[in-house]
């Protein structure tokens, strides 16, 4: 009967030990996962901050499109101007033009433009979400330090806070040690993969606000479709 007693204290003590070594694994895996989560909220907080330290700014990018359902792989490049809550960007053939109100989407393939609210959910190629996309409706967490170009970079990955609502599953940012946003890697839901890769990026320059002024006249024969 002892035996038997003492076997159950040593089966009772291995249990207790799993029980402290199970603990210790959870808690050192949170605390791993809370570590990246920091790590890249605190990079990503350092870029806001950069970007909100400019008055302006004008980028250009290359952009690879691939669906692998449609067998679509397109590229293109395009540039764009950012001023306070205005924005003028082409991309291809298309246009998009700003002004903080309003925002006027010209397809020149369609010929047509297309007349929204500037405050609507559907932003297009707006260059300045495109450089802030992490700050709202997204969780991030560091991946992996990487080269880029020649160049180290952090990569990070965005997921939506709430996925019914969002167009994209993940987005993955490349993120260099001088808090530049140097690529965007956009994953749909629809299977599509957009690739933005910044190859030029000047902060404060001088745009005149006529740049985001909507000119009906530069597009004869195009009508206008109201959201």
Not at 70 to 97: F, L, R
Not at 177 to 200: Q, W
């Amino acid at each position: 009967m002892d035996n038997l007693f003492g076997i159950i204290c040593d089966i009772c003590r291995e249990i207790i030990k799993m029980k402290y070594l199970f603990s210790l694994i959870l808690f050192f895996t949170a605390f791993c996962g809370f570590s990246q989560d920091a790590k890249s909220q605190g990079i990503l907080d350092k870029l806001s901050t950069k970007m909100k330290g400019m008055s302006s700014f004008y980028i250009e990018f290359s952009a690879n499109i691939k669906n692998s359902k449609s067998g679509q792989n397109e590229n293109e490049t395009g540039k764009g101007w950012v001023k306070g809550n205005k924005y003028y960007a082409s991309y291809g053939e298309n246009t998009i033009i700003s002004n903080g109100v309003k925002t006027w989407t010209v397809v020149k393939e369609e010929g047509s433009i297309y007349e929204s609210d500037a405050n609507a959910g559907d932003e297009g190629l707006n260059p300045k979400k495109l450089m802030t996309i992490w700050e709202t409706g997204f969780k991030n967490a560091y991946d992996k330090e990487s080269s880029l170009n020649g160049e180290t970079v952090h990569i990070i990955n965005l997921t939506p806070k709430v996925p019914a609502k969002a167009d994209y599953h993940t987005i993955v940012l490349y993120v260099s040690k001088g808090n530049d946003l140097k690529k965007a890697i956009m994953k749909a839901k629809d299977g599509s993969v957009m690739s933005y890769s910044l190859t030029k990026f000047s902060s404060n320059p001088v745009i005149d606000d006529s740049k985001f002024v909507f000119d009906k006249k530069k597009y004869p024969g195009y009508p206008v479709i109201k959201d």
